[in-house]
């Protein structure tokens, strides 16, 4: 092969394949790469790709596309590596951050269901890299005497997890680290559950960080709560 428009000419075909999958055609190549010659031009400079075995005609009436001996030439002479490494290195970042925080979401999500069938409480957590709360075993705490008698007190149960960026912010305003808190009734900043008992940590995974606990009645067994808590907090 000879001159840089033919491989530049090859290089459009090359790309606009492996984009399309489909066969590429002189008027395609010089709009849309940007070539400044005439149609012919560029037909003669196919022509001659063609007659190299660079590029074939899979039909009378479509475009070129390459041969395996066009991808050799393409990949030996003429892909810009530099660029690929730079772009290849951008692409992983982005999946890596996205598998990370799928994997934290993972480990969450289990660790609520744990924590909400060891406990028989309302278990939840904040969700990482999204502003909304994750909860199960709510039927676990409307069971309960307190609330199955009271069904004001049990809407309103419903009410904070439902209303999760409330509760976040509740969540951020309390003295909450990475130790194990408790806030009994009253102690509830949240008017709406002061007939509950919340125990509460947080909790840091694969760079994200928020919060992780149980809500129940304030008839609760406290020691195993908070030790179910912290041992499932460890497995994170």
């Known amino acids: 092969m000879t001159g840089p428009r033919r491989q530049k000419v090859l290089k459009a075909i090359v790309k606009h394949f492996i984009d399309t999958a489909e066969p590429v055609g002189s008027n395609t190549i010089i709009v849309k790469y940007n070539f400044h010659v005439s149609p012919a031009t560029i037909r003669n400079d196919m022509a001659s790709l063609e007659h190299e075995g660079f ?21 030996d002479k003429i892909a810009d590596h530099e660029s690929a490494h730079k772009e290849a290195a951008k692409a992983l970042k982005v999946i890596t951050e996205e598998h990370k925080t799928a994997k934290a979401k993972e480990y969450i999500y289990d ?5 909400a069938r060891a406990t028989g409480t309302a278990s939840f957590a904040t969700v990482p890299d999204n ?27 419903l009410e904070v997890f439902e209303k999760s960026d ?10 909450i680290n990475d130790s ?9 900043i949240i008017e709406q559950i002061q007939s509950c008992a919340i125990i509460v940590t947080k909790y840091q995974i694969n760079g994200f960080e928020g919060y992780f606990g149980l809500l129940g ?4 067994r406290y020691p195993f709560n908070i030790a179910m808590l912290e041992q499932i907090k460890s497995l994170l």
Do not use: W
């Open 55 to 75: 590029i074939y005609q899979p039909h009378t009436s479509a475009g070129r596309v390459p041969t395996n001996q066009g991808y050799r030439e393409y990949i």
């Open 111 to 115: 660790a609520v269901q744990l924590l």
């Open 131 to 157: 502003s909304r709360t994750f909860y199960l075993g709510v039927s676990n705490v409307l069971k309960q005497p307190e609330f199955a008698e009271n069904s004001l007190h049990a809407s309103q149960v």
């Open 166 to 175: 409330n509760f976040i912010k509740t969540l951020k305003s309390l003295d």
């Open 180 to 188: 194990i808190k408790a806030f009994i009734g009253e102690e509830n």
């Open 217 to 220: 009645p304030t008839r609760m």
